[in-house]
């Protein structure tokens, strides 16, 4: 069972950074406090609303990770626009309530990509194909995160680091970059967080 884990203080005049697992966290230094939350949604919402829960409110929320492109061209370092959830039937669960359940998240102002979390790794071309036609990337806590933030009143930023395309080969992938996209992802800490 993934289990939270908060290591440093939070304070209202720093960014709390979130990511799901030690090995996107493991080239950060202690300069911001890091909530651990465990892969998913469950594990993503449930860590970042029992700390906010506490009355521990950061200046904003940064969340690091890794992503999988859904297109070929989709390297780098983004921060995300827009988040959907992709594993919810938004239509069906409108038709039968009369309600908007899974609504996109705007998370940025700025242009960027479309993410799409869900409790899935997605590494079937079909898969991918069909969230390609809606989103960039795909990740597995980012719509979790923006809507507890949301909710909380506190500001979030969604920074994604490309390690794999969302295929056949996307677990070989991940497994030989994340350390790679862990050390670029805590560089963009130093250089844009201050």
């Avoid at 697992?21 to 892969?39: I, K, W, Y």
């Avoid at 992709?86 to 996109?104: C, E, F, Q, V, W």
């Avoid at 705007?106 to 409790?119: E, F, I, R, W």
């Amino acid at each position: 069972m993934d289990r939270m884990r908060l290591l440093g203080t939070i304070t209202p005049d720093r960014p709390l950074l979130v990511v799901a697992v030690q090995e996107e966290a493991v080239h950060l230094d202690d300069s911001f406090p890091v909530l651990l939350t465990g892969m998913g949604k469950v594990n993503a919402a449930a860590s970042l609303a029992t700390v906010l829960a506490r009355g521990e409110v950061p200046s904003e929320i940064v969340n690091l990770g890794t992503a999988g492109a859904l297109r070929p061209g989709w390297f780098g370092t983004h921060q995300v626009a827009q988040v959907i959830q992709h594993d919810i039937d938004t239509p069906a669960l409108h038709a039968l309530s009369g309600r908007l359940y899974g609504a996109p998240i705007t998370v940025s102002g700025t242009p960027g990509p479309v993410l799409a979390t869900g409790d899935l790794f997605v590494s079937d071309p079909g898969a991918r194909d069909r969230l390609a036609e809606r989103a960039d990337l795909v990740d597995m806590e980012g719509y979790a995160l923006a809507t507890v933030a949301q909710r909380a009143g506190v500001p979030i930023r969604l920074i994604k680091h490309v390690s794999d395309e969302a295929d056949e080969g996307a677990a070989r992938s991940w497994r030989e970059s994340v350390d790679g996209c862990a050390k670029v992802l805590a560089e963009w800490v130093r250089t844009e967080l201050r």
